[in-house]
């Protein structure tokens, strides 16, 4: 944003030299340190940084919500002129849900379950209004959902919270929080649980109201891809510094601090892959507050570039312009220091070319339903018609040995129902799978040991999958000791080596799960996957709860992994850009059904089934000089207890009225028929695949978008 036009507006919060301390046993430890930054009227600030470097601290602090033991030490927070530090919290409560408003990650913690809906929103006009009445408020309440593009509202103000969807819940706490007009919203991780399809509308909204209201807005969030879309300005913490500031573009253009260089050298892009470029993850992890030195640099641990100087004080932040500065001393000379994107060596991956290879699994016609009672009361007298929930209907892929099948698709589209049934922890309800050659259609405590050695899996939740009571060691030795991998006195070197593997020393074998970082466990989790040596390995959403540096090394080990055991993989995520990067061939899932399939560089290049165009063009892109396809799809996913007739999506195809000659009526009939492309790309679709071949790319530079 050019510095005259960010002038105009006035500034609705300033922060500065903010320092904030939570009392523990062994005394006051810094949270926070330093941080100042101002937001003005109609900008949206971004706060970035991993997991534990103070983003929400900061928010809590605006509003002194810091809990019993937290405490702000030294700094001033004026907001629109006033003087926030030292307020009662009677005084702090007028202000919090009127003018300043927060929106939270999870909206199902900011909603009450036993309150409908419609009581949650008027309360908070009636709160802070004693003139408006219960029907003004109520009526108030049904124009907001309105303006954040709520479906049925007279029906969703008569609901639950449970009863409507997770994007649906977002929108009512984001309504909910613009009901009084605020004059400071703050978001905080307001996307990370949501898909990327509800995700993108989300943010379309939250840029609406952003133009709509003239907020001040803070948005937190650890997702580049999501800052850049909605930020003018940006923030880097970390370790509860702030380590570089100034306009988005100028920092996404030209990083001066080494850790948001880190940062950004370590996501995954949408137009590449494993063999164009190498993730460069930032090693070590963000100390906690009591380890954190006063003495030096707080990146010096992690950084490529330290040299002695960066350790004799800690810096001061550098000014590179106006108003972009960064807390580094080589600030200024960082270009002849910077690491940059690296090509990947071709000898570091074997490429898997086109050639026809031996499949080790392949399912034909898989079908897992769930059986549901029509109806509860009269299924009670033995009168009920059984109906079911089709989570995996009539799929049929193949997964060929030394290749990384990515399944992709939004939340209820069956990617989880799939894999559970392949691995035998679902009963399969019809169709054929085989697995090496062998009928694996049964539940997994009916298959051969030897079938369950070769196919192992890693789940999204590491906490959940190790046992709190028993140490690394054990539970990697358990399957190795099972499977009989290795004879029983070289067991404890097996797991050594696994370690080793996983990039975790030997120390790592007596420690606990709860003495691990999220990234730690999750590597302790693939290291016991591959105690028996398995052929295939599925992983189940492995990398969408870690931190983006956490998440380059995740990746890159599941790279090394196969290139050195040749396993096959099957790689289920909600990040597109992360299964184009990590697979061979993808195939999308919609409402329990594959809509295409094919080599992973040819699913993302036109011809694009509908769906899959969709969910490219709500892909947040880590680079605001991308131009990216506006393409959002309506309503939900539908219920799989009863799916649209003809083709499953037609009830939400944006494509189908424009691109068929008699208006789409033929999707809603009949199912529709696949069309091959080229190299084994498949689409299942009624449009003509000459028809999908004239789309434009979803991503595309200004100049070529231009041209």
């Not at 929103?121 to 593009?149: F, G």
Request: with cysteine; hydrophobic share 40%.
């Amino acid at each position: 944003m050019d510095t005259a036009d960010r002038a105009e507006p006035t500034n609705v919060i300033e922060i500065d030299n903010l320092h904030i301390s939570y009392e523990t046993r062994k005394g006051d430890v810094e949270a926070i340190q330093g941080v100042s930054f101002k937001v003005r009227e109609g900008e949206t600030v971004g706060l970035v940084g991993e997991s534990g470097c103070g983003k929400s601290t900061i928010a809590f602090g605006i509003v002194n919500f810091l809990g019993p033991n937290g405490k702000i030490v030294d700094g001033s927070i004026r907001f629109q002129g006033n003087e926030l530090v030292g307020r009662s919290q009677e005084e702090l409560k007028k202000l919090r849900g009127d003018r300043i408003a927060m929106v939270f990650q999870d909206p199902m913690q900011a909603l009450n379950p036993s309150v409908r809906l419609g009581e949650q929103l008027t309360e908070v006009l009636t709160c802070h209004h004693a003139d408006i009445n219960q029907a003004e408020a109520w009526q108030r309440s049904i124009e907001m959902l309105k303006r954040v593009n709520m479906p049925d509202v007279e029906d969703v103000m008569r609901r639950y919270s449970h009863q409507i969807s997770g994007g649906q819940q977002q929108r009512v706490v984001i309504a909910m929080a613009m009901l009084n007009n605020p004059a400071l919203l703050i978001m905080d991780e307001p996307t990370t649980a949501l898909d990327v399809t509800v995700e993108a509308a989300v943010l379309d909204l939250i840029e609406e109201l952003k133009q709509e209201f003239k907020a001040a807005n803070i948005f937190i969030t650890h997702n580049l891809g999501v800052v850049a879309r909605v930020s003018d300005y940006l923030c880097v913490m970390y370790a509860g510094q702030m380590v570089e500031s100034g306009p988005l573009a100028a920092i996404f253009r030209d990083p001066r601090h080494p850790y948001t260089q880190g940062l950004l050298a370590s996501i995954p892009r949408l137009g590449e892959s494993k063999l164009d470029s190498l993730l460069q993850p930032i090693r070590g992890r963000v100390p906690p507050p009591a380890e954190r030195s006063k003495t030096e640099c707080i990146f010096a641990p992690r950084c490529n570039f330290v040299t002695e100087d960066c350790r004799k004080a800690r810096p001061g932040m550098t000014a590179i312009t106006t108003d972009h500065s960064a807390r580094c001393i080589y600030a200024l000379a960082i270009d002849e220091r910077k690491r940059t994107r690296k090509k990947r060596k071709t000898a570091e991956l074997v490429e898997t070319n086109d050639a026809p290879r031996e499949d080790l699994l392949s399912f034909e016609n898989l079908k897992v339903y769930y059986p549901q009672e029509a109806n509860s009361v009269i299924s009670l007298f033995g009168m009920g018609e059984k109906k079911y929930v089709k989570a995996v209907d009539d799929v049929s892929v193949r997964v060929a040995k030394g290749r990384t099948l990515g399944v992709v698709g939004e939340s209820g589209c069956g990617k989880s129902s799939l894999v559970k049934g392949l691995i035998g922890l679902e009963p399969i309800t019809g169709g054929q799978v085989e697995f090496m050659g062998v009928d694996t259609t049964k539940a997994v405590s009916q298959r051969d040991s030897k079938l369950i050695k070769e196919m192992q899996m890693v789940f999204q939740n590491p906490d959940s999958t190790l046992n709190p009571s028993y140490t690394v060691g054990k539970q990697i030795a358990r399957p190795i000791r099972h499977f009989k991998t290795v004879p029983k006195a070289e067991v404890k070197n097996e797991v050594l080596r696994l370690l080793k593997a996983v990039r975790l020393s030997s120390v790592y074998y007596d420690r606990l799960p709860r003495q691990l970082s999220g990234g730690e466990k999750q590597r302790v989790g693939i290291a016991r996957a591959l105690a028996s040596r398995p052929d295939l390995i599925i992983c189940d959403e492995p990398v969408s709860a870690l931190d983006v540096s956490v998440q380059a090394a995740v990746i890159n080990l599941l790279l090394e992994i196969q290139q050195v055991f040749g396993s096959s993989m099957i790689f289920i995520a909600h990040d597109l850009s992360v299964v184009r990067y990590f697979s061979d061939d993808i195939a999308v899932m919609y409402l329990g059904q594959i809509v295409e399939v094919g080599p992973a560089d040819a699913i993302y290049a036109p011809p694009y089934h509908p769906y899959t165009e969709a969910l490219l063009s709500a892909v947040p892109i880590p680079d605001p000089d991308v131009a990216q396809k506006d393409l959002r799809l309506s309503g939900n996913v539908p219920s799989a207890l009863d799916p649209p007739s003809g083709c499953r999506f037609h009830t939400r195809c944006p494509r189908r009225q424009e691109m068929l000659p008699d208006g789409g009526a033929i999707c809603e009939k009949e199912t529709p028929p696949w069309r091959t492309a080229n190299r084994g790309h498949r689409i299942l679709c009624h449009i003509p695949l000459e028809e999908l071949e004239k789309l434009d790319p979803v991503i595309s530079s200004p100049a070529s978008s231009a041209a």
